[in-house]
């Protein structure tokens, strides 16, 4: 399956100027339908409808298709009724003007002083009339799964773009752990040998004294030197991190791989590579390793935005 990012935006419209036939009038035409549907990134899923006063009741339909189809995300959801062109109002025909006289003409027989309707009130009531609101509705949801198959269809897109970034800097994280990997025995080595010749020095120091025996302090310079470089290399040894790592990555990869709503997972283990790279710094004696840690960090970093985006 694909990895999907929670980007993502997507529009579809029905009837309108796209609909209107070349020997009709635009101001003729019956209203179209439109949606619109942006995502943004969330911890959770969470829907928001912006709809048209005759479309409201389409809602919970509205609700439970997305529902189904996504897992995280902001999701914004607009959807409004219009005529076929933006011209102007569509002129009310004889029919829905003797509708409203009809109805204006039994209104006030109930009530006299009702005021009559004004031109306004006639072109807004009749540009209302939209149709039956049953096949509002079915038209609705079908646009809205037109406009949902195109969001999926950008988020994978996106997602694609997103699982190849993270592929590629866990390349670079590998290549920097086995960058690390020899620099240890070579620390403690040194360290070892650092030491040794510090005793040295200090036994040399003591025979220009008339100190004790050379052979003897030498081999306790020897097992001081063994003792020290041991607690050292304990004290380095980020063996375990990188170990730790290692599996991190792998998992990571698997994630990547297997897809579908994995954004959650590859985010806790996004922190962990971040721990596992802090200790590795902090256990640092060289220069060389402090540079590996610092640009571990710098790509768990970009590795953290962009997993923020993943569903």
Do not use: C
């Amino acid at each position: 399956m694909a990895v999907y990012s929670m980007t993502g935006y997507a529009t579809a419209q029905a009837g309108g100027a796209a609909a209107t036939n070349a020997s009709e009038s635009p101001r003729d035409a019956r209203p179209g339908l439109g949606i619109e549907i942006r995502s943004v990134n969330s911890r959770f899923l969470d829907l928001t409808f912006k709809l048209a006063d005759d479309l409201r009741g389409t809602e919970p339909a509205l609700r439970e298709l997305l529902g189904a189809a996504l897992k995280r995300g902001k999701v914004e959801v607009r959807a409004w009724v219009e005529g076929r062109t933006d011209a102007g109002p569509r002129a009310p025909n004889a029919p829905e003007l003797q509708k409203l006289v009809s109805l204006q003409d039994n209104i006030r027989a109930w009530l006299p002083t009702a005021a009559p309707l004004s031109v306004a009130e006639v072109l807004q009531l009749t540009t209302r009339q939209t149709g039956n609101p049953g096949e509002l509705h079915e038209t609705l949801l079908a646009l809205a799964q037109t406009g949902l198959d195109k969001l999926l269809n950008a988020r994978e897109r996106e997602g694609q773009r997103l699982a190849a970034m993270l592929l590629d800097r866990l390349k670079q994280l590998r290549q920097l752990a086995k960058d690390a990997q020899p620099l240890i025995p070579q620390l403690v080595a040194q360290q070892r040998q650092r030491f040794i010749d510090r005793w040295n020095e200090a036994l040399g120091a003591s025979a220009a004294a008339g100190g004790t025996s050379n052979t003897l302090t030498s081999e306790a310079a020897q097992d001081r030197a063994l003792t020290e470089a041991t607690a050292f290399a304990i004290r380095i040894d980020v063996a375990e991190e990188l170990t730790r790592l290692d599996s991190h990555l792998v998992e990571i990869e698997r994630l990547i791989k297997k897809g579908s709503d994995v954004g959650k997972r590859l985010d806790f283990l996004i922190q962990e590579l971040h721990r596992e790279a802090n200790t590795m710094g902090s256990k640092s004696s060289s220069l060389e390793l402090t540079r590996i840690s610092v640009d571990m960090k710098v790509l768990i970093e970009q590795m953290r935005e962009q997993v923020q985006n993943i569903e």
